[in-house]
């Protein structure tokens, strides 16, 4: 930064000089100073076309929505075909109340690129009702991990009175809430590349990472460590990457390097123990999950990856309290019920496995039939022949449905034996 | 028992009832800061020790309770002092309004001779009646053990703490705090936010982007759960695990008691700062349900958390329905959440709320109707909790300006805070904001707190005519009471709940105030906590309903 403003200094009438302060201090969350830069390189250039939409985003991520939108009207008319610009003006005037206009904005970009994603998700927050609905759901059809967009039309289905949808979609916004289409957006990466403190790179790893690039987010990664090798939350974060991209030496090394510097982080001892799960090392996975449960008891995504591996090893009584533990913290967590009738089955406990076995039911997905199987099997067990028989019979529906075609012809046996 | 409400007495306090209230949405609306002028003289100390302790950016509050029950709104201030150190600091302090029986606006510190001189590191003020004795009570939450006082009714209050320990949890930081009764057995209960787990042993230190040290975001630190007491004729007892609210955890700041689902029994939201807000659904057996997620208030529309921290339930669009407002950090913008059949909405974008609020951190925050038009507006109060980058060098860059917003009749929000007046001008760390008629003029003011600076009563002196009020004085003061003004030419009756909490570790008024909006009042319809309903004639000035229980 010092050396952008010291350049911008020297030559204050070089349009290039004082663009290039603007991205350093954009880069840098410096909004207001940024605008000004480029406020100033504008009037000395008015030929680049970069520069009224980097004044645009300087002005509406420092609040100043009214002032952005002239400057974000021009750069669209030197630059009509561009996607990024119409979306910022359009998530511009959207955040500064002017709906109408907000509307048409993301009408344009549909009209123009119908595959956008982001252009839908907007349109449906300019919408109401099921029309926003309608758009939402074609953003998610477009990128289904988009994260805002889960929430958005769970949030229109609640009050539409189609609770199982949506609490299906909060389910899977609590795993994607980050997740967010690309845009290509050449002008504001030359603000990203700007960022080079340790913070601002892992920053972008992780916007990389949840936009799918695992490749790219796994080399910022990389040059984050090499700049500053003692930043933990690099390491940590690097335990992971390097774990999904299949080079289980270098994961090994980044969790030796994570702990060394911090000790009593629990993520990375966290971390370590799903790469010690997919590599079905199970002694060191409880290891590792003891010691993040040590670290952070009210975890309780930790303490249900602690039961999964303790049921592993017989020791049902120590997994069922951890499932109830997660269930204390986690009502609605389903896979902790399951996993918590499970063990109530085995103990010969049928009455509290079904009441565990009715809560993961919903919502409806891919895993209802195994806990549907699981549910009619319990209540066979507890004589409640006819309740077994529907309970598997939808069981078997689902199954089908899902295309899980050999859990659908083992329900289809055990339908037939209960027949019998 | 069972306790039931019943109308004890009625006095019409004003006159005038027949004349409609004049249409008053261009009168000058004007905050005049009189503090200094009427002897209401204190400073809050944060202590602040270039150690950058978090509780020394995040005090303190304030509260407006008529501790006398003289009819005029006395001023309680909690104090900071030194986190590392907290038993050194100046003390609280208590000043006593003149205004009746003296017949001028005039404060007076008693806190001494009150029995408030309690010296800890402070953080906010409830009130409520929790021994059902008609005095009003104040409850002070520390970072540090929390404080119970009990008002004798004699003119002091004793510390009561001893009696309900499990309040006092010197361990703990706490932040807002709520006197409610949720199982409408007639005893006011309390629910205390705690912050987050910081200590002085596990204190972090934190940096700007330029490296410069800095106050720490409460991501550094583990949230903590709010604490639940049920009130046990005057004893309070931890309900927390047994009612559920330690089923989520939350950096919670800013708490008030609504009823989100219009069932009659009184929810709880909590803004939590970071993260998920919680809405804990009363599920009238004792314990509670955390529904923020599928309501619709845990998120901002963009199903990301925000810095969340003070809050104002009211009704802005006239529906029947109290819509929640949630402060946040600058650059998140404060967030409007619609109460609708299912739900909320998070409407802060199309009413302005976000665009208005975008530049500020919120602390304080109130809905009140300054232009009398029967539409509530809002006043924000504001102040960083990091350093503003355009401050950068001076001794304290966290200053920001307070924010007064005309609803304009329920379609969105403008900032009218240029035009009422030079004090709305200043740019300062506000913090608490107490709502209350100060000086029984009819117009709503304003007490702020500002971190390490001087306190300020900001007296509505607004043009025009004066609204209704309706006040329930006596056994437990209607905490929890819906009140509603119908009026004549079928417009639609206006609902306000009494309450005291709220805004940001502080205390308001109970008395419930209205903008007739240029129609005639007709009456009042008064809905008790036990289902009951009453109405009373509607007029101008002061009514009192004079509200006691059978045992």
């Keep these: 930064m010092e050396n952008a403003a010291q350049g911008a200094s020297a030559a204050p009438n070089d349009a290039a000089k004082v663009i290039e302060l603007g991205l350093v201090l954009e880069a840098h969350d410096q909004h207001a100073a940024a605008s000004v830069a480029f406020r100033r390189a504008a009037a000395l250039d008015p030929s680049n076309p970069d520069t009224p939409y980097l004044l645009g985003v300087a002005l509406a991520a420092d609040g100043k929505y009214a002032e952005a939108i002239e400057p974000l009207r021009r750069a669209l008319a030197s630059a009509p075909r561009t996607a990024a610009i119409r979306l910022k003006l359009a998530d511009t005037l959207l955040a500064g109340g002017d709906a109408d206009a907000t509307r048409r904005e993301y009408r344009a970009l549909v009209d123009a690129d119908a595959k956008l994603a982001a252009a839908h998700y907007g349109l449906g927050r300019a919408s109401t009702g099921h029309d926003a609905a309608a758009s939402f759901a074609r953003a998610l059809e477009l990128f289904p991990r988009y994260g805002a967009a889960q929430f958005a039309l769970a949030t229109e289905y609640r009050r539409a009175g189609r609770t199982v949808e949506a609490a299906q979609l909060l389910q899977n916004y609590q795993r994607d809430k980050m997740v967010t289409p690309p845009v290509e957006d050449a002008a504001m990466e030359k603000v990203y590349a700007r960022n080079v403190s340790s913070t601002g790179l892992i920053r972008r790893g992780q916007i990389l990472e949840r936009e799918g690039d695992l490749a790219g987010a796994l080399a910022v990664h990389q040059q984050v460590v090499k700049n500053s090798p003692k930043l933990d939350q690099a390491w940590v974060n690097l335990i992971s990457l390097y774990a999904r991209s299949g080079q289980p030496l270098q994961a090994e090394e980044a969790f030796r390097r994570a702990v060394e510097l ?23 996975a409880r290891k590792m999950f003891e010691k993040a449960v040590a670290l952070d008891p009210g975890n309780p995504e930790t303490l249900y990856n602690l039961g999964v591996v303790v049921e592993r090893t017989g020791a049902l009584a120590r997994a069922r309290a951890l499932f109830q533990r997660a269930l204390a913290l986690k009502p609605h967590y389903r896979q902790a019920h399951f996993h918590l009738g499970r063990i109530y089955a085995n103990e010969r406990n049928y009455e509290q496995a079904a009441a565990e076995f009715q809560q993961a039911i919903e919502p409806i997905d891919a895993e209802s039939p195994a806990c549907l199987y699981a549910l009619g099997a319990v209540q066979a067990r507890l004589g409640r022949t006819q309740t077994a028989r529907q309970s598997l019979e939808r069981a078997r529906a689902e199954a089908m449905r899902f295309g899980q075609s050999q859990l659908a012809a083992s329900i289809e046996r055990d339908l037939g034996v209960l027949g019998r | 028992m069972k306790l039931v409400w019943f109308t004890l007495s009625l006095v019409l306090v004003g006159c005038s009832g027949d004349k409609p209230v004049p249409q008053s949405s261009a009168s000058k609306i004007s905050f005049r800061d009189v503090a200094a002028d009427v002897g209401l003289d204190f400073t809050h100390v944060n202590g602040a020790s270039g150690k950058f302790y978090m509780p020394e950016i995040m005090g303190a509050g304030a509260a407006l309770i008529d501790y006398d029950n003289d009819g005029d709104l006395d001023v309680f201030f909690v104090q900071g002092g030194s986190v590392e150190d907290p038993s050194s600091g100046p003390g609280n302090r208590f000043f006593r309004n003149e205004l009746i029986p003296g017949g001028q606006l005039r404060f007076t510190d008693i806190t001494r001779t009150a029995g408030l001189d309690h010296r800890g590191y402070g953080m906010g003020a409830a009130t409520g009646d929790f021994d059902n004795d008609g005095h009003m009570d104040l409850l002070v939450t520390n970072y540090g053990a929390n404080v119970l006082y009990r008002n004798r009714g004699n003119g002091a209050f004793e510390d009561v703490t001893a009696q309900s320990p499990a309040i006092r949890k010197a361990d703990t930081w706490s932040s807002s705090a709520s006197f409610f009764d949720y199982d409408r057995d007639g005893w006011q209960d309390l629910v205390i936010l705690t912050y987050v787990d910081f200590t002085l042993k596990n204190h972090q230190q934190c940096k700007t982007a330029a490296g410069e040290a800095d106050y720490c975001t409460p991501v550094v630190y583990r949230p903590v759960p709010a604490r639940l007491f049920h009130n046990e004729k005057g004893r309070f007892v931890d309900v927390t695990t047994r009612a559920g609210l330690d089923r989520a955890k939350g950096p919670g700041l800013g708490v008030q008691a609504i009823d989100a689902n219009q069932d009659g029994w009184l929810d709880l939201f909590v803004a939590n700062d970071t993260a998920a807000n919680h809405l804990w659904i009363n599920q009238k057996n004792g314990t509670f349900l955390e529904k923020a997620l599928e309501l619709g208030t845990a998120f ?115 900032d009218i805070s240029d035009q009422a007046g030079e004090t709305m001008q200043l740019a300062e760390i506000t913090r608490g904001a107490a709502f209350g008629d100060v000086n029984n003029d009819g117009r709503v003011d304003v007490l702020i707190t500002n971190n390490g600076g001087r306190a300020r009563l900001l007296l509505n002196e607004s043009a025009g ?87």
């Design chain 1, 262 to 284: 911090a000790p009593n982080r629990a993520d990375a001892y966290y971390n370590f123990g799903v790469f010690c799960v997919n590599a079905e090392r199970w002694a060191d």
């Design chain 2, 300 to 414: 901002a529309e963009d199903g990301l958390p925000r810095a969340g921290m003070g809050v104002a339930a009211g009704d802005y669009n006239q529906d029947g329905r109290d819509d929640l407002l949630v402060l946040n950090l600058m650059r998140e913008g404060a967030t409007l959440f619609r109460s609708e059949a299912a739900g909320y909405r998070d409407v802060s974008m199309a009413t302005r709320i976000h665009a208005l609020t975008f530049a500020y951190t919120g602390f304080g925050a109130g809905w009140l109707d300054v232009d009398n038009d029967g539409w509530l507006d809002l006043f924000l109060a504001h102040g960083a909790v990091t350093q503003r980058e355009e401050q950068r060098g001076q001794s304290a860059p966290f200053k920001e300006r307070n924010l007064l917003l005309r609803n304009n009749a329920g379609a969105g929000f403008s």
């Design chain 2, 465 to 551: 005519a004066a609204g209704l009020s309706i006040a329930f004085p006596g056994v437990g003061f209607g905490l929890g009471v819906r009140v509603g003004l119908e009026r004549e030419d079928a417009v639609p009756t206006l609902w306000r709940r009494v309450h005291t909490d709220g805004s940001y570790a502080s205390a308001s008024s109970p008395v419930v105030y209205f903008g007739a909006g240029g129609m005639k009042a007709k009456r009042f319809v008064i809905e008790w906590p036990d289902g009951s309903r009453t109405e009373q004639p509607a007029a101008l000035g002061r009514t009192v309903v004079r509200s006691v229980h059978k045992r």
